[in-house]
């Protein structure tokens, strides 16, 4: 089966905006067993909206075009597709009431160009928008079943996650079931990931299991998958395989973040953290504050950018900085048990580093980093280099002494 | 003219990544007069390859080519689209050296199957990679340009800016020159931004000027361009009107960040700065950090979380807690104040409200936030309701304070 993703907007084509459409789309149909075929972006104009649904419809079984069906004079996909597939428009008096509801709800008068929303090719299955005023659209096109969305991400999502995959999935099941998860690991490589996982999964590739990997700087995912009978217990089984072996690197699994696990780890074992952050500037603490519930577990977090600040904020002696320099071992080791004692919790992380681009010598080159671990018993300190640009050193820094402090709730 | 971006990579069809090169080139490409066509993204075979560079080849003149270049075994997008072309390949030694040094430089052995990487198509230009191995290649195909970029951002990005963009403007001239600019905006929405500048621009774009919006949520760019002879001064007549117009809220252009303005501004006033941040979680602190040069005007960071911590650290008073709650005008204002008298700088700002989803109250609804300024003369809060999701309650709260700090910087 091909599926073919078409964005429209010209703003994509700019490179005004980031497509996260496509990453949604392609990453919500891949964990259903629908492997995306193509993804294309083109301007919202007639012609090319017309000339790559046109082609779409010669390969592909399933076309989801996104975008263009808001009240604007460039939303015009409704239009062009409705022309294409020689379909007459048709006012919706539903879709007019829903609209006009919409409007109502938050005391606004209704403006009269958001009624061409209404407008509904004949033939075409109108999906409610829960979230907005332009309705979803699946109608046939040729041998194909064509589907539109509106265009913001608050709209889209829910409307595809909640009616249109399941829709998808009752148009074009599959004969034998699918199965997949997906892993997520730090600290390790993705060729050594994959190496650590080859033999003990061979036996169940012969048997069907796909196993895919995916890098980025800091983290490998494994995908492993299969289709067919008995899937699921196919996946199960190398799922198990898969995290026994890589148990000291695999967090979590599906969207779980590593900032996540932490604070369900703090949580759950009623433990408390502090922070002292010079080079991540605040970084960490952001993340952690990302994760609904952080409040019960972070106590505070101290960004002592400055040797003034490391010192009057975390009690650093100014003999340790003035000996060692403010990016070295005992300057990481005093902020993390300066933080443990100010903040009075369980944990405390900190991390001093050159983020570069500027500050580097021979000796500590930029991407050099200490990170430091205090416990209430004990206090260990990392050394890193982490030659990256600003921002993946942070996260890879990040990923590094969050993985440690994970080591540490686990074990 | 068309230009057509062909991205692979079997991750971004199972929604493993963001697919962050159609933005960048799309972006560097519109910056210098070029608007992409059309972008498509296909799985790493052979087929899709080949399929897409041939229907490419039937419509653009210019195609670029991102992902495959590299050693492993998924890396096939050179030989296929040699193969295609009917070209043979031949090792390149100059390559194999580039190859060889790049792993002499970092002491490590060189493996063997990276020397594929210096099988070139013949007839093709080599573009050298000076971040990493593969070399960036470009091949007529048939009656168009054909160029290769190596996966990696950080490798793509630099032989994009640096050594592609000037090949393309030197083969791809423009007739009667281009012009464009991006302004960058904050503190005020789409359309009313657009209806600030409609009648005072409506002159100029009868003389060709382009105008176009692009809102994200807190942020407002305004693109204006122009082609032909005198587009030059067409957009810098533009810009002066809307820079006055826009004054208030108009803090940059191109790629600057609000980050980049207070770190400068703060910089060549000689002024420092101090944070206390609640609900933010030391966002703030992160994005200011983002910035080198920080660390001259960046004095620290109170990431206070807890009650306690706001007493302990930023000395808020045990009676202002109680008595408002610590999402309140008063606990804001200690909290700036406390930050200015610790981190002893010229400014500091405060943040203090609730992220959500939970914790709102019918008097504090959730996305209630108060945010403090504090210079050594006064102090001045204000509050606002930001309900969005977690991370863009952050974003656009940061937004919020950091305009109000940047709007006294430039008093």
Do not use: W
């Not at 000339?51 to 009240?71: K, N, Y």
């Amino acid at each position: 089966m091909n599926i073919e993703i078409i964005n429209t907007g010209s703003e994509l084509l700019l490179g005004r905006v980031l497509n996260t459409h496509q990453q949604f789309l392609c990453r919500q149909l891949a964990d259903a067993g629908y492997e995306v075929t193509r993804q294309v972006a083109i301007a919202d104009t007639g012609e090319a909206i017309q000339e790559a649904v046109r082609e779409a419809m010669t390969r592909s079984q399933l076309i989801i075009v996104t975008g263009g069906l808001g009240p604007t004079s460039d939303d015009i996909t409704r239009d062009k597709i409705a022309e294409l597939l020689d379909c007459e428009l048709q006012e919706d008096p539903e879709v007019v009431e829903h609209v006009r509801s919409f409007f109502t709800r938050r005391n606004r008068p209704m403006p009269d160009r958001t009624r061409i929303q209404a407008m509904i090719p004949v033939g075409a299955e109108v999906i409610v928008n829960h979230h907005g005023t332009a309705p979803g659209l699946v109608i046939p096109a040729g041998e194909s079943c064509l589907i539109m969305l509106p265009g913001p991400p608050r709209e889209l999502r829910p409307m595809f996650s909640m009616q249109i995959l399941p829709l998808i999935q009752d148009r074009f099941p599959f004969a034998g079931g699918f199965a997949s998860v997906t892993l997520k690991s730090t600290g390790v490589g993705e060729s050594l990931m994959e190496e650590m996982l080859e033999e003990p999964l061979s036996e169940l590739r012969k048997e069907g299991l796909i196993v895919g990997f995916c890098a980025r700087t800091g983290e490998v995912d494994i995908r492993l998958a299969a289709t067919g009978e008995g899937s699921k217990e196919l996946v199960a089984r190398a799922e198990r395989i898969a995290r026994e072996i890589g148990t000291d690197h695999i967090y979590g699994s599906e969207d779980e973040t590593l900032d996540q696990k932490i604070v369900e780890l703090l949580t759950s074992q009623g433990k408390t953290l502090s922070l002292a952050e010079s080079c991540t500037g605040g970084y960490i603490g952001h993340r952690i504050t990302n994760i609904s519930g952080a409040s019960a577990v972070l106590m505070c977090g101290l960004v002592t950018y400055s040797d003034e600040a490391k010192q009057k904020l975390l009690g650093v002696s100014a003999t340790t900085l003035e000996a060692n320099g403010a990016v070295s071992e005992p300057v990481a080791r005093e902020m993390a048990e300066g933080a443990l004692r100010i903040g009075g919790t369980d944990f405390a992380i900190s991390v001093t580093g050159i983020a570069g681009p500027t500050g580097g010598t021979e000796e500590k080159p930029v991407g050099t980093v200490y990170m430091g671990l205090a416990t209430k018993t004990s206090t260990v300190v990392k050394h890193r280099i982490n030659a990256f640009d600003r921002e993946t050193f942070k996260f890879v820094t990040a990923q590094q002494i969050l993985e440690l402090l994970r080591q540490e709730l686990i074990r």
